[in-house]
């Protein structure tokens, strides 16, 4: 049992360069969340997911974009990277409602030259 | 949205002792967790209490929700419980995000 698993997990871009995070959960868990974790900063949540196919905003969106077209997996696209971006992204997920006992991956580690 | 404050910021401790993490909430919260952050960087699940007391292992946490506050104890640390400790929570009454402390790091020496 993985649980939650994050792909890739490094990950070096150019500015401007597009890219795709992945995660996958085995825990047939229906909500999922994207978290960004800079220095000093605690965790931010990026966006987030009730359910298949549905996708909300979470505090720093902007930048951003992710699908859900999957129960078991959610993805977070980056358009056009930024420096600003550069930080570890976690994925999480949770079974009962929504924010109940998450349960995170094994984070990506991003950095955007 | 609320603000979460955990103290101290740092901590450090000889193998053996015990110590007592405070997650401090600006107002009622819900779905309140503990996190270990270990220094690979892997975040674990430690405590879904939303109140009353939990207990696993030399680890407990108690949330007093009406008093916006909730403690971590760790007793007969180790090294292993080396890392930075999270809590969270979520503002009481509104679908919205679960809003994190800063952490505590706790250094365990041997």
């Known amino acids: 049992n993985a649980g939650v698993t994050q792909t890739p997990k490094f990950r070096v871009l150019k500015t401007g360069q597009s890219m795709t995070l992945l995660c996958a959960q085995d825990?047939?868990?229906?909500?999922m969340y994207w978290y960004r974790q800079d220095p000093g900063m605690g965790l931010r949540l990026i966006h987030y997911s009730v359910g298949e196919g549905t996708t909300a905003k979470g505090e720093v969106p902007d930048g951003y974009n992710v699908s859900r077209l999957k129960k078991q997996n959610f993805l977070l696209g980056l358009e056009s990277a930024a420096p600003s971006q550069t930080s570890v992204y976690f994925c999480a997920a949770a079974q009962g409602v929504v924010n109940e006992k998450l349960f995170f991956g094994s984070g990506t580690q991003l950095s955007v030259l | 949205g609320i603000q979460v404050e955990q103290s101290p910021p740092d901590l450090i401790l000889q193998e053996g002792a015990n110590s007592t993490l405070r997650c401090n909430f600006s107002d009622s919260v819900n779905n309140l967790q503990w996190f270990h952050q270990n220094p690979w960087g892997q975040l674990i699940n430690l405590f879904y209490?939303?109140?009353g007391t939990k207990q696993n292992g030399r680890l407990s946490a108690t949330t007093v929700a009406t008093e916006r506050y909730s403690l971590l104890y760790i007793s007969s640390s180790q090294t292993t419980d080396s890392g930075v400790y999270f809590c969270?929570?979520?503002?009481?009454?509104?679908?919205?995000?679960?809003?994190f402390g800063k952490g505590i790091t706790l250094s365990v020496r041997p």
């Open positions: 825990m047939n868990h229906e909500y």
């Open positions: 969270a929570g979520d503002y009481t009454g509104a679908n919205s995000k679960l809003t």
């Open positions: 209490i939303p109140s």
